[in-house]
């Protein structure tokens, strides 16, 4: 199970972090990765992470803005830092977790997700 927390609504310019927590399972060495759905659009990709931190993927629309990351203490949870947050950055966002190397990107590649977590950026 994924839980995902931390959006709400911020002005353009502002920053939030999300974050989700794994349980009932060993997510210790799953990727976990964060999708955003915006009204109207189809759900993207926005960043991922391998089970030990040693890489990670990001889209080109948050590059240099967003960070993932697992928490130091529980593996098991990834935080999403976001900055320079845009209107265009408004969705719900979702966390997911694969036990795979490769495809972060795509969707099919994921085999848990989080309920999403709705971030709302006001110009």
């Known amino acids: 199970q994924l839980q995902a927390c931390g959006g709400g609504l911020v002005q353009a310019w502002g920053s939030l972090r999300l974050s989700c927590a794994a349980s009932g399972r060993s997510f210790t060495s799953y990727a976990m990765g964060w999708f955003r759905q915006a009204p109207g659009k189809e759900r993207e990709f926005v960043a991922g992470i391998n089970w030990s931190s040693a890489r990670v993927l990001y889209a080109d629309s948050v590059k240099g803005r967003f960070t993932i990351s697992r928490d130091k203490v529980k593996n098991t949870v990834v935080h999403l830092q976001m900055n320079s947050l845009k209107p265009e950055d408004t969705a719900v966002y979702y966390c997911?977790?694969?036990?795979?190397?490769?495809?972060?990107?795509?969707?099919?590649?994921?085999?848990?997700w989080g309920q999403g977590t709705l971030v709302t950026v006001s110009s």
């Open positions: 997911s977790a694969t036990p795979g190397t490769t495809g972060w990107a795509y969707q099919r590649s994921y085999d848990y």
